[in-house]
């Protein structure tokens, strides 16, 4: 049962209304884009998807976990799984899939904030002076 029941505009109701094949959704900050993108995924999965196959991709991750707790809510039932992702989350999905096809001997792994620092800053240790004439000063900043 419905805690409250979505009043789509016209442009939502659009969103709602489509068929097939994929949809991009655009438009504003607070617009509903997010919001809509919810209810089509409601609606698609008590018409019978596989919501192994559909996914929702947000633009953060706060919007992502408020996304999988709304449409638990929503849908009245636990799902195996709810696809919601980042744009960040899509591509590391994507790239997990498909690295072997991309000739990458390893699947992605995702960095903590440390292990990226770490690897910028070796990285840019091996770096020439001399390649950076505006921002070469900047090569020796820490932190």
Known sequence: MRAMTFQPDPLQ????????GVLVVTGAP????????????????????DPERVALVVATREAKERTRDVLLQRLGTSLPVVRALTV?????HVMSLRYRALRYDEPPTVL????????????????????????????????
């Open 13 to 20: 109701a659009r969103v709602l209304a489509h068929e097939r």
């Open 30 to 49: 607070g617009t509903g884009k997010t919001a809509v993108l919810r209810e089509r995924f409601a609606r698609l999965i008590e018409g019978g998807a």
């Open 112 to 143: 903590s904030a440390s292990e990226q620092f770490a690897r910028v800053a070796r990285t840019l240790a091996t770096e020439q002076r001399a390649d950076w004439p505006v921002y070469a000063a900047m090569l020796d900043m820490r932190g």
């Open 88 to 92: 960040h989350g899509l591509a590391f």
